[in-house]
């Protein structure tokens, strides 16, 4: 009998249950030996690449320069390694639940939960990649649990998908052509519901939010902006405060009370 246990005996109070203690599931249990490789592989680089490279600086500016540069570049390997196993894993869960519901139409039920199985080490592995990243975000905020949670919207969602990866990997690359800048892409985190990228740069020591827009109208629109930002064009702002005032009266006429007759 343990001394809590004792002193509630004492006590005269029914003594306190054992504790039911559950081992933590194995996540790795049904993963290929190809993934786990693959796993293993990203964790070096987003934990060690650097250290390897670079010893840890001891005061010389010099030296955490080129430590924090070969640290970026792992990361910089990391995220575009996992860019491609995100894609290859979300095309390959596509195609389990299309599966899956070809095999119910079929009533082939054994072949359904064959697929939906298939499906659940597929989420497994796509949630262990967002993770490896994970690990990256938590240092580009330095540990700020305050900043994380305002970058978390409970119950939002992330639009991850080959697409998306995609589009935004182009300029996470060109971002990241600068030694000491980092662009993770948002949608392979599981922590963030802002923007499309994320951008630290040690430089300016700035964290930045990118918001990536496709199609014509809002080519448009950014070469507009940019013509404003350059020119100063005093025309063009009174045009935006013109249509920003036309707006309003609109918003105000919608929400006015009908009149009554």
Not at 11 to 20: K, L, N, T, V
Not at 189 to 205: A, N, Q, R, W
Not at 226 to 233: H, M, P
Request: positive net charge.
């Amino acid at each position: 009998m343990t001394d809590d246990r004792a002193v509630q005996a004492d006590r005269g109070r029914p003594p306190i249950p054992p504790a039911r203690v559950r081992p933590f599931r194995n996540l790795t249990a049904g993963l290929s030996a190809g993934f786990l490789a693959e796993a293993d592989e990203l964790l070096f680089l987003v934990r060690e690449h650097g250290i390897s490279k670079v010893p840890a600086p001891q005061g010389d500016a010099d030296r955490t320069r080129r430590f924090l540069e070969a640290v970026h570049e792992g990361w910089k390997h990391a995220q575009r390694r996992v860019a491609q196993l995100l894609t290859v894993c979300l095309q390959r869960q596509s195609a389990a639940l299309a599966r899956a519901k070809q095999c119910r139409i079929a009533r082939d039920k054994p072949g359904a939960e064959v697929a939906m199985r298939e499906e659940g080490r597929i989420g497994i592995e796509i949630a262990i990649l967002r993770r490896m990243l994970d690990v990256v975000l938590w240092n580009l905020v330095r540990g700020e649990q305050s900043l994380l949670r305002r970058l978390y919207v409970r119950g939002g969602t992330h639009s991850l998908s080959p697409e998306s990866i995609a589009a935004a990997m182009p300029t996470a690359d060109d971002i990241n052509a600068r030694p000491l800048s980092m662009a993770l892409c948002t949608d392979m985190l599981s922590l963030v519901h802002v923007g499309d990228l994320l951008v630290s740069d040690l430089e300016t020591g700035q964290l930045i939010f990118i918001e990536l827009k496709a199609g014509d109208k809002n080519f448009a629109i950014s070469k507009a902006a940019e013509f404003a930002v350059d020119s100063g064009c005093q025309a063009f702002e009174q045009y935006a405060r013109w249509v920003q005032h036309r707006r309003r009266e609109a918003l105000r006429a919608c929400q006015a009370p009908e009149d009554s007759e």
